[in-house]
């Protein structure tokens, strides 16, 4: 075992002294506030020094009035908005419904079938059978019409005249297009044979039907300024069949606009022929149909007819939505209601186009069939 070494008494140790770079950290006893220039300087750290107990349990007060009167509004608005629902719901379902009174919208009067042109038919909830006219004020035209309006006697008086729709369009004024009426043309059934006869006997002299390209050819006849309304004046000049216009007005107007319309239509077709209408009794004719059109005002969706009969004498019919349909007057004179349908029918103007090429394709409804058989078809 080694003997313990001992530190020679001379040997002492120097006192150890801090290094210069080695300061030494001071804490401050108190923490130091600041002063900035959105903060004001805190005098006081006591966070309830400020408290108010009396304007706290105002705000608190206040704050639950609010909350409940917020919730009572709200279950009294939801309690309102319930009974109103239901009492809606209630009456819709007491409203009864027709389940096939809705008609689509901007249907065309004309669709094809099998290659060829039919006229579109659509029934309302009692079962008449309609027309779509592609317009929304005035949407449908009734297929068929029964007026006693025509009638020469025996049976026909009683039941009255069937009138079946041959086409249909509309009537604008300038060049904005302005809509005025609806026009469609109805031709008597009974009498759709002879004018079959007459319009296939123009096309091929030993037929009873048109095929597909005589059909293209007599429709290209009729469209024809010149060619068409010889064919329609000779129609109307001799076989005389029983037919009317049907007005409807788009837009409220009155008599005196639609018979402005109408005379400038009969004169333009009449002064140029002064042979045939230049005599003292057409214009005695033309002032006894102008007379009939000293009226008022003709609402829109009102119906105007205006007949021809088979001896070509005018019959003009109002329905004024109060008294019912009524009869305005008559005029004589087969040439004023002939040159008045051949301004809807043939020439280099008429008063509707879209209404005249509706009539030819209703024509070619006809032809196609064999003559005879259009008064006994079922659509």
Not at 92 to 106: A, V
Request: with cysteine; hydrophobic share 35%; net charge positive.
């Amino acid at each position: 075992m080694k003997p313990i070494r001992r530190i020679p008494p001379s040997t002492t140790f120097g006192r150890l002294t801090p290094r210069p770079c080695c300061r030494p950290i001071s804490l401050p006893l108190k923490p130091q506030q600041c002063r900035t220039f959105l903060r004001p300087r805190q005098t006081s750290q006591r966070a309830v020094e400020h408290l108010n107990i009396k304007r706290m349990r105002t705000e608190s007060y206040e704050y639950n009035a609010r909350r409940h009167a917020f919730l009572l509004f709200g279950a009294i608005s939801g309690a309102v908005g319930f009974c109103y629902t239901s009492y809606l719901l209630y009456l819709r379902l007491r409203k009864p419904t027709k389940l096939d009174s809705g008609l689509p919208k901007k249907l065309d009067p004309f669709s094809n079938e099998a290659g060829s042109t039919r006229k579109t038919v659509i029934h309302d909830g009692d079962g008449t059978e309609l027309v779509p006219t592609g317009n929304s004020t005035v949407p449908t035209f009734p297929r068929l019409l029964d007026l006693a309006v025509g009638a020469e006697g025996g049976q026909e008086t009683v039941n009255g005249v069937e009138y079946t729709l041959v086409g249909l369009g509309v009537r604008t004024v300038s060049f904005l297009g302005i809509q005025v009426y609806m026009v469609g043309y109805y031709i008597a059934t009974q009498d759709i044979a002879a004018i079959q006869s007459r319009l296939v006997k123009e096309i091929n002299p030993i037929a009873t039907t048109l095929v597909s390209n005589e059909k293209d050819e007599l429709r290209k006849a009729l469209l024809d300024p010149e060619r068409g309304e010889k064919l329609w004046n000779d129609i109307l000049r001799e076989v005389r069949p029983r037919s009317l216009f049907r007005v409807v007005p788009t837009r409220d107007t009155d008599f005196h606009h639609l018979r402005d319309g109408f005379v400038r239509a009969i004169t333009a077709r009449s002064q140029n022929n002064s042979r045939d209408y230049g005599d003292e009794a057409f214009g005695e004719a033309m002032k006894e149909f102008r007379s009939l059109f000293n009226r008022g005002k003709v609402p829109k969706g009102q119906e105007l007819l205006l007949i021809r009969d088979a001896v070509g004498r005018l019959t003009i019919t109002f329905d004024d939505g109060k008294t019912g349909m009524g009869t305005i007057g008559r005029v004589s004179d087969e040439r004023v209601s002939r040159l008045l349908w051949l301004n809807y029918l043939a020439g280099s103007k008429v008063a509707s186009e879209p209404a005249r090429k509706n009539i030819v394709e209703g024509i070619m409804e006809f032809v196609e069939r064999p003559v005879g058989t259009v008064a006994t078809q079922v659509l």
